[in-house]
């Protein structure tokens, strides 16, 4: 899996990181369909990718166990704009935000994570992503893509992440039958 370095191409637009979760219907497989999906949105180009990394869920926890990863997307569309194109991808892969429990299972979960140098704070996103610095589903695939990226009024994400254990996290290799 290939780390953000200084000098990458990023002519499609600006570092844009998507964290990916899935704990339905194949979750490795939602998942990787999801980077080629990423790779695919308008004025936009998958940079790298993370492992996958399986965890306890967040929620209730009578749910099957999550798949996480982050990709680095090089983006030309603004963040409003990227937020409407993963809840499209979303809904492609049979999500239904108005119907499911907070937190509860789910084929496919995109979040922006982080967004350029971007803070913002509008009923509809948020950046970055309010949790992030607490969710070692997010920090340990997140470090392996940008382990020197500075979250604002938290700290680099390699700090983090070393002090981050919840939920536990293992990475997860691909079992043929899943």
């Not at 509809?124 to 392996?144: D, G, T």
Request: glycine content about 6%; some cysteine.
């Amino acid at each position: 899996m290939r780390r953000h370095r200084q000098g990458d191409d990023l002519s499609a637009g600006v570092p844009a990181y998507i964290g990916l979760g899935s704990n339905l219907d194949g979750p490795s497989a939602q998942i990787q369909r999801a980077f080629t999906e990423l790779d695919g949105l308008p004025c936009t180009r998958l940079q790298a990718r993370s492992h996958l990394y399986k965890s306890r869920p967040l929620g209730p926890q009578q749910q099957p166990d999550y798949i996480n990863a982050v990709a680095m997307l090089a983006t030309g569309l603004e963040p409003l704009a990227l937020l409407r194109a993963l809840r499209k991808l979303e809904e492609a892969h049979g999500r239904r935000r108005s119907s499911e429990e907070r937190w509860g299972a789910r084929n496919l979960d995109l979040d922006i994570l982080v967004y350029d140098d971007v803070q913002l704070d509008t009923p509809e996103l948020m950046l970055p992503h309010p949790q992030m610095h607490l969710r070692s589903f997010v920090l340990y695939p997140l470090a392996e893509l940008a382990p020197d990226l500075v979250i604002p009024g938290h700290g680099p994400v390699q700090a983090l992440r070393a002090h981050c254990h919840t939920p536990p996290i293992e990475r997860y290799e691909e079992i043929a039958n899943e």
